[in-house]
């Protein structure tokens, strides 16, 4: 009995011996190093201040602020120079986190992208000296050739990339606006039923409160909400796009009175950023509102609806969305 007890499990306890000593080594391993990891980090950090804020000496943390959204950290320089700002914001593979520094007269003095996930040689073409070069000197920016501020260009092909950078230096124009006395309201954060609710609002602008209602369903509609003032209705939709069947598209399209789209919204998609969402700009969505029937064929009967080059699937989703929603006026006169 005890040989066949050391030959079935006297392995396993060795292995379980190992097992607890690596882990023991480990733990040590780490506990020793991580203060010098966390060390390390910290001097990077501050010569990455450094080198953002030249004018600058030895750099504090601002505690007691306001963070406006997109900024996680700002430190001042002690000698007064300015401070220096962290902000992330998503780019195409996710956050893009960047360091602003910024002058005691809200100049922009330097900026280094400090943690990314952007495609090597197309997103990190946003990240070059000449384009970052755009911002330095600025104390506002634009992205528009009629707004207010130094004008920025977006890199061809790295556009999320660009706004992620653009949105991170403009926050942290904001912050340097806060820490010296200007007014800021932090966004408020709305549960999922809230998001929902305003986005019935936004679809359906003449409506005030929604109520869902029991109704035959046309094809692709999921759920309907009327307007308490009889002023249309809203139709929670589904339609397929690139991403195919097992991901569809998810939009509210609100309907008046007349059968006309006031309004269409994609509350959720799996289509390729900065690709497929085409679809869902104002650009595109804005084809939609008015009509009473759409069509894709140049011969076909109503509002003919150009799908974006490049993005036909997330285009054909959207409509297929739309479309949907005009059936259901159709099937029920918009009588609930």
Do not use: W
Not at 68 to 79: D, F, I, L, R, S
Not at 232 to 242: R, W
Not at 272 to 295: H, L, P, R, W
């Amino acid at each position: 009995m005890n040989g066949k007890f050391k030959e079935l499990f006297a392995p396993t306890i060795v292995l379980l011996v190992i097992c607890l000593v690596a882990t023991g080594l480990l733990t040590a391993t780490y506990q020793k190093t991580k203060p010098i990891i966390d060390q390390k980090a910290l001097e990077a950090a501050g010569s990455t201040r450094n080198e953002v804020l030249p004018e600058g000496d030895v750099f504090l943390p601002m505690e007691g602020i306001t963070l406006v959204e997109g900024v996680t950290e700002v430190y001042e320089a002690e000698n007064g120079a300015g401070i220096v700002c962290t902000a992330a914001f998503k780019g195409f593979g996710g956050p893009v986190e960047i360091m602003v520094g910024i002058s005691a007269d809200g100049e922009i003095t330097g900026i280094k992208v400090t943690n990314h996930s952007e495609t090597p040689n197309l997103g990190t073409k946003a990240m070059t000296e000449e384009h970052l070069g755009q911002f330095i000197g600025a104390t506002a920016i634009t992205g528009s050739s009629s707004g207010e501020g130094t004008k920025i260009d977006v890199i061809g092909g790295a556009t999320l990339s660009s706004n992620a950078i653009f949105d991170g230096v403009a926050a942290s124009l904001l912050q340097y606006g806060v820490v010296n006395g200007a007014s800021y309201e932090a966004p408020v954060e709305l549960t999922p039923e809230e998001q929902f609710a305003a986005a019935l609002a936004a679809v359906l602008p003449a409506g005030d409160s929604f109520e869902k209602v029991d109704t035959a369903l046309a094809e692709g509609v999921m759920e309907v909400y009327k307007a308490a003032n009889g002023a249309g209705f809203v139709a929670y939709t589904s339609g397929v796009g690139y991403a195919g069947e097992a991901n569809p598209l998810k939009a509210v399209v609100g309907i008046d009175t007349n059968g006309a789209v006031t309004g269409v919204q994609v509350l959720e998609h799996q289509e390729t950023n900065g690709i497929g969402t085409k679809a869902m700009d104002e650009s595109y969505i804005g084809q939609f509102i008015g009509a009473t029937a759409i069509t894709r064929k140049a011969s076909g009967e109503g509002t003919k609806i150009d799908v974006i080059s490049g993005a036909t699937f997330s285009s054909v989703g959207v409509y297929d969305c739309v479309k949907a929603a005009i059936q259901q006026y159709e099937l029920t006169g918009g009588a609930f």
